[in-house]
């Protein structure tokens, strides 16, 4: 069994849609979860994270984190095609560095 | 800031030869870290230096591939005789040291290596 497993999607919305993307885990020793996202021939960029439980907002963008049920969720507002990505969530344990990434979601937002 | 940059951007080689990859870490980040992506599987974990020390090298998949970071500066990865199951996307990533999970790690743009 995969550590992190993720749709991998394509995810196909319209521009200005909400857009939730989802992850779950098994190993309850994670305590930092984030959130990359890449664009086709390029290395992943961070987008965001969250440490343990609970809800992070960083503009359109919200994660969020269910440790209790193993789920991590990232949710796009008013969604841009410039939103047009892979979206990879990345556990990681506390005092280590080394992040357990998921497939990755293909997200595709059209005019 | 420069970002993490890594060489060659794409590289293709016979079974068997020898393969080098470059990375040059965000200065200041003691940092610095490989990961892979082989087709169609998820980034993997390769291995972690702080300064020139492996902290971590338990991703590393055999002693076919050979990780230095001499000075603590820029790191190159060898991956020697290279097999076609080498295939795939090589990432490295740097970041500060937190004194505890260093979180925000800052990809390159990968080398893409092609064993034929």
């Known amino acids: 069994q995969k550590e992190v497993e993720q749709d991998p999607g394509p995810l196909s919305v319209p521009e200005g849609a909400i857009v939730s993307l989802n992850c779950t885990y098994s190993n309850s020793a994670f305590q930092y979860f984030m959130w990359y996202r890449q664009y086709s021939r390029k290395g992943p960029e961070l987008l965001m994270y969250?440490?343990?439980?609970g809800n992070k907002e960083d503009g359109r963008f919200t994660a969020q984190v269910d440790k209790s049920s193993k789920y991590i969720s990232l949710f796009i507002r008013d969604s841009q095609p410039s939103d047009s990505a892979t979206y990879l969530c990345?556990?990681?344990?506390?005092?280590?560095?080394?992040?357990?990434f998921g497939t990755g979601t293909r997200l595709q937002v059209f005019p | 800031e420069a970002g993490v940059t890594q060489f060659p951007s794409h590289s293709v080689i016979e079974k068997g030869q020898t393969v080098t990859l470059r990375c040059d870490p965000i200065s200041g980040h003691d940092n610095l870290y490989w990961y892979r992506r082989v087709m169609g599987k998820e980034i993997k974990f390769l291995l972690h230096f702080v300064k020139e020390s492996k902290q971590d090298e338990s991703g590393m998949p055999n002693n076919r591939f050979l990780a230095e970071r001499t000075g603590g500066t820029y790191s190159t990865l060898k991956v020697q005789p290279a097999e076609l199951e080498d295939s795939g996307v090589y990432f490295c990533?740097?970041?500060?040291?937190?004194?505890?999970?260093?979180?925000?790690?800052?990809f390159g743009p990968g080398t893409r290596l092609t064993v034929t």
């Open positions: 990533a740097s970041s500060q040291d937190r004194g505890g999970s260093s979180y925000e790690q800052y």
């Open positions: 969250t440490y343990s439980s």
């Open positions: 990345a556990p990681m344990r506390y005092n280590t560095d080394k992040l357990i």
